[in-house]
DNA sequence: GCTGATGTTGCACGGAGTGCAAGTTTGCAC
DNA sequence: GTGCAAACTTGCACTCCGTGCAACATCAGC
């Protein structure tokens, strides 16, 4: 996964991006959302205030941004899924394969911080309703036949990015923090029954 | 539905209210998003700045106001649906209710207004993200045996959110702010086809 | 009318977010 | 390595946001 084609550039800006994030999640833990400034942020960080809003506009997407980047991952898997699987298989394989200690735990503590703070959660939602777009335009890239009409992709990819974000909340409500391998088999375990519920036309 | 038991008081608020969000819409239209300040929509409105904001945090809450609106009037429908209907059948009974001239001008308006401007579109998305926490809330009052699991009632309701999201957006894409009579028997078709998709398992 | 409660307004202040014009670091060709 | 252009960082200045506070206006109830 191109591990070593980064180039001192793109390196110094992962370094700064990340720097910034672990700034702003450390704060957050420490001072509570709105205890602090965006000149806080930047100063620990080591870098310049003006510097921050290169990267960021709000220190809100500052926060939410591990949540993009889990999301983002999500859709590169599932455009390697084969074409011809069908649709809900892909995504429980995609949603499976990404309930993995490494990849969930910065976008875990980015929720756990955010809970209950709007302006952080708008961000979070918006990172969902991206995903949900994109979905929407990988299965067209699928469906070259031009089969599926717009109403049933859409309300497809929103159904998966809600059941996917319904088991995700039970599961950071019921385990907050804990991403043991125990922890982390039952949200596999949710993820697996918020999709069959979907499969089954939430029939009781 | 209590309509003349308002006292001068909330006649007054309800109108200061109404002033702020017809003046923002305006300005939106007239200058498009961004293109004045707070201080604007306060002239416009007749109103002070500092009353602005005893009534919103930001011009963008105020834009999103009517999705907020028409969410709510939705809640309140759902709760006087028989405790005994499916829950899907409910939402869809529900849902059709609201294609309805009056109620969805002002939410179209809003979201022709907002429609690819990040910083409105998150707080529509909280609009529904709010909804779908009351429609949980809604189907546990419902449940009172308890027989319905937190996972199968927040992936429920936020399918069905997402298939009525899916439904409207198809819609407004379709029809760009024509709310004749044969453009909402268009909605109420998707809407209904969108549910049915989901009632089958997204089934092809 | 009097009175408390509720709303509105102006003022002041800290902080957000951005354009601009430096200065600094990196990539690349010679 | 020297030089140059592109990319990145930084400080500065500016507008606007959002809120606490205190004074003023309006409304409900007696």
């Known amino acids: 996964m191109t591990p070593e084609t980064l180039s001192r550039r793109e390196q110094n800006k992962a370094a700064t991006r990340d720097a910034i994030v672990s700034a702003v999640l450390s704060l957050a833990r420490e001072r509570g959302l709105g205890g602090f400034t965006v000149e806080d942020i930047a100063d620990s960080a080591g870098v310049s205030r003006r510097t921050f809003f290169n990267y960021f506009t709000s220190p809100e ?32 394989t995609v949603i499976l394969g990404l309930a993995d200690n490494e990849l969930i735990a910065p976008m875990a503590e980015s929720f756990l911080v955010a809970h209950g703070h709007d302006p952080v959660t708008r961000y979070q939602l918006q990172a969902f309703e991206e995903c949900g777009e994109k979905i929407v335009a990988a299965i067209r890239e699928r469906d070259e036949a031009g089969t599926l009409d717009d109403l049933y992709v859409q309300a497809l990819a929103g159904s998966v990015i809600s059941c996917g974000k319904a088991a995700l909340e039970v599961w950071l409500a019921e385990a907050r923090g804990d991403l043991s391998p125990s922890s982390l088999t039952r949200l596999r375990e949710l993820l697996t029954a918020a999709i069959t519920h979907l499969k089954a036309g939430f029939a009781q």
Chains 1, 2 share one sequence.
């Not at 997407?61 to 591990?66: D, F, H, R």
């Not at 949540?67 to 298989?89: H, I, V, W, Y």
């Open 61 to 92: 997407e500052a926060i939410a941004a591990p949540t993009f980047g889990f999301l983002d991952r999500a859709l590169e898997q599932l455009r390697d899924r084969p074409p011809g699987e069908p649709l809900l298989e892909s995504a429980l």
